[in-house]
């Protein structure tokens, strides 16, 4: 994690980002009942945005002033070392689709595929054991859940309706 | 007297109620365990099953859950660095560090003394002081609670450690969340951009499970390369010095605990923070620097979070107000057995009241025995190779995301404040003030309101209030003082004394 004064490529992307995001929010908190009185429901949120922005301030003035050591590499080459790597990268997409299509193919085949897959992209080469352990947790899980906390996971509109009564 | 004995130990000699406190224990320290599962969500869920079990049983059932998972959170805390809950907070900052040296059974086992040792004073607390201290929980008004709020947020920039700016940021982030969604006084649209899904508001759970689970997840992957860390848990069971050399600060600590969970609306994670404040304020040689290891920032938090539970039972059953979320669901529970809590409880079912002490009593010492044992098995999922490990985790908190509301958007929301958290992180921001500012931020904003409007909107009388009346000058000093502790000049004045 970040630890010294020296900037990461991005951060000061991030801080002008922070910065423009909470006077977005100063001016909509503005809106939500200007200044019609000093208890109306606008005041809080103003104050929280104002806070934010005044230390959104302070922190980009720090980053800003922080130097960037690109150690011999590109920005871009450097931002995918320490910040998004490949596998980092695949493995934020394969969550993004598994979130996204989790109702699509039910949990169980959402979460099996998932879990191959992202086994594979992280480097788990035992194959056996990667189909073994991902079946015995999803289990688990399914049991756990369905039973015990009566969480009624998605069986999928696609996949559901050719999947067995106890596996819904 | 001997027939509040009698009740005392009615859980004890009962051997269904006895299993049933042990079942809870039992259950509350794995769920408390497993990073996205609340102590709040299982007993809102469990209680659902209670509704046709004699009040007693439920009580029992309910104690061990709430007693057990407060302290599991620690578990996950000292292991994954994912505390199971916000009242597990603190205890990462110095249990990770200490499971990374080989010293995780030494830890969990501290750990665990220290929790029962805090459960028993809240406990005794609840028993002895209950009148005394609910008088004083009623004294605070709405001013008190802003203060109290603010000071709980302001509190984190002394453990953000790196920048005071960020950690503030932070803190004012998650308040700002939680104001998004309807207003809970005049029921207007606030920070919803016409969204019916914002109106609903954002859950802190699901913002829990994605700062806590899903960054955490993505972070690690830069350590892929890095073996699994073998964690030492052989040595579980604390020597008598080790313990013995922090009792002080236990009881400092818990003492803090039992009065921050009487107080309504603060519970366990505020207690968690102040004691971790307080020790690093007091204690000048802790056993390694803060924040890498030190015992004293295991022993702080945990003996405060399991005194907070005896404590939020205080204002519960007396005055019939919530000290935490965790009490504000049991709160409906009672009401849903029949009881009326509330100041004639005690009067009208004192057997109740020691009935609950007594079951309070036996799940502390349930969690003495389950802490101590089965952490291997615990442990062992650790050890897993992170390839492996990563995507299950994932799986788990998308589960306990979804199980929130049994809503897909909830998923969303996890992630988006994963990727949100993750570089937060990676920029030098701490997610834990975002999580504390989302559960704290509803009672600031309300107890502004209510105490601007009881000035008739006077700006003058607000401001002078807080300095004439004693409570909120005591709370206000307090808040300043954690302000200018942050300062250059304190800390140049501080190392030269």
Redesign the interface.
């Known amino acids: 994690?970040?630890?010294s004064h020296a900037r990461?490529p991005?951060?000061l992307t991030?801080?002008i980002l922070?910065v423009a995001i909470s006077t977005f929010?100063l001016w909509?908190?503005y809106n939500?009942?200007q200044f019609e009185?000093?208890?109306s429901?606008?005041?809080?949120?103003m104050v929280?945005?104002a806070?934010?922005l005044v230390?959104?301030l302070?922190?980009l003035k720090?980053t800003a002033t922080a130097k960037l050591n690109l150690e011999g590499e590109t920005f871009w080459q450097q931002f995918a070392r320490?910040?998004a790597?490949a596998?980092?990268v695949l493995?934020?997409v394969l969550?993004?689709v598994?979130?996204?299509t989790?109702?699509l193919v039910g949990?169980l085949v959402g979460?099996y595929v998932?879990?191959l897959l992202?086994?594979q992209v992280?480097?788990?080469k035992r194959i056996g054991?990667?189909v073994l352990?991902s079946a015995v947790?999803?289990a688990a899980?399914f049991v756990v859940?369905q039973t015990a906390?009566?969480?009624?996971?998605?069986a999928g509109s696609l996949v559901g309706p050719y999947l067995p009564e106890m596996l819904k | 007297m001997m027939e509040a004995l009698g009740y005392f130990f009615m859980s004890w000699l009962d051997i269904k109620m006895l299993l049933l406190t042990a079942a809870g224990t039992f259950a509350g320290i794995y769920i408390g365990a497993i990073p996205g599962l609340s102590v709040t969500m299982a007993v809102s869920i469990l209680i659902s099953f209670t509704f046709k079990w004699h009040v007693n049983e439920a009580l029992a059932l309910i104690s061990g859950i709430y007693l057990g998972g407060v302290y599991g959170g620690s578990r996950s805390a000292i292991l994954l660095n994912i505390p199971g809950a916000p009242a597990a907070i603190a205890t990462g900052l110095d249990g990770y560090p200490l499971a990374k040296r080989g010293e995780a059974g030494q830890a969990i086992g501290l750990t665990t003394v220290v929790s029962v040792y805090g459960g028993f004073i809240g406990i005794l607390a609840l028993a002895v002081a209950a009148p005394a201290v609910s008088d004083l929980a009623l004294k605070f008004g709405p001013r008190e609670y802003l203060l109290l709020a603010l000071w709980g947020i302001l509190l984190v920039g002394s453990l953000s450690g790196e920048s005071l700016s960020k950690g503030i940021f932070s803190g004012a982030l998650g308040a700002l969340l939680a104001c998004v969604g309807l207003d809970p006084m005049t029921g207007e649209n606030r920070l919803t951009f016409g969204s019916m899904q914002l109106s609903a508001g954002i859950s802190y759970i699901a913002a829990m499970i994605g700062f806590f689970g899903v960054a955490e997840v993505i972070a690690q992957i830069h350590e892929l390369h890095l073996k699994a860390v073998k964690q030492n848990v052989s040595k579980i069971i604390p020597s008598w010095g080790l313990v013995r050399k922090h009792l002080g600060l236990a009881t400092r600590t818990s003492s803090i605990g039992v009065v921050v969970g009487a107080l309504p609306g603060a519970g366990g994670d505020i207690a968690a923070l102040m004691a971790y404040d307080h020790a690093k304020r007091t204690v000048k040689n802790p056993s390694r620097p803060f924040g890498e290891g030190a015992y004293e920032g295991l022993v702080a938090p945990e003996s405060a979070n399991n005194a907070a539970v005896g404590g939020a039972y205080v204002p519960m059953l007396t005055l019939g107000i919530p000290g935490d979320a965790v009490t504000a669901v049991i709160i409906g529970a009672l009401y849903i057995h029949g009881l009326k809590p509330g100041p004639m409880l005690m009067i009208e079912t004192p057997h109740l009241f020691w009935f609950v002490v007594g079951s309070l009593c036996l799940a502390n010492l349930f969690l003495l025995v389950f802490g101590l044992t089965g952490i291997k098995i615990f442990a062992k999922i650790v050890e897993t190779p992170k390839p492996v490990l990563l995507p299950l985790i994932l799986v788990l908190s998308a589960v306990g995301a979804y199980a929130i509301n049994n809503n897909p958007v909830d998923v969303y929301w996890m992630l988006g404040f994963g990727v949100l958290g993750y570089f937060l992180k990676m920029y030098g921001f701490q997610v834990g003030p975002v999580i504390l500012g989302m559960i704290l931020g509803p009672l600031m904003d309300r107890s502004y309101r209510q105490a601007m409007m009881s000035t008739g909107n006077d700006v003058g009388v607000f401001v002078t209030e807080f300095f004439t009346t004693p409570l909120s000058a005591i709370i206000l000093a307090a808040l300043v003082f954690t302000l200018f502790s942050q300062t250059e000049t304190w800390k140049r004045w501080r190392s030269k004394g």
């Not at chain 1, 906390?149 to 998605?154: Q, R, T």
């Open positions: 994690m970040h630890t990461l991005g951060e991030f801080m922070s929010m909509a908190s939500i009942s009185s000093i208890s429901p606008g005041v809080f949120p929280c945005a806070t934010l230390t959104g302070m922190s720090k320490k910040l790597p596998q980092l493995f934020t969550i993004v598994y979130a996204l989790l109702e949990f979460s998932f879990l992202s086994m992280l480097g788990s054991l990667n352990v947790v999803l899980i859940f906390f009566s969480v009624v996971l998605p």
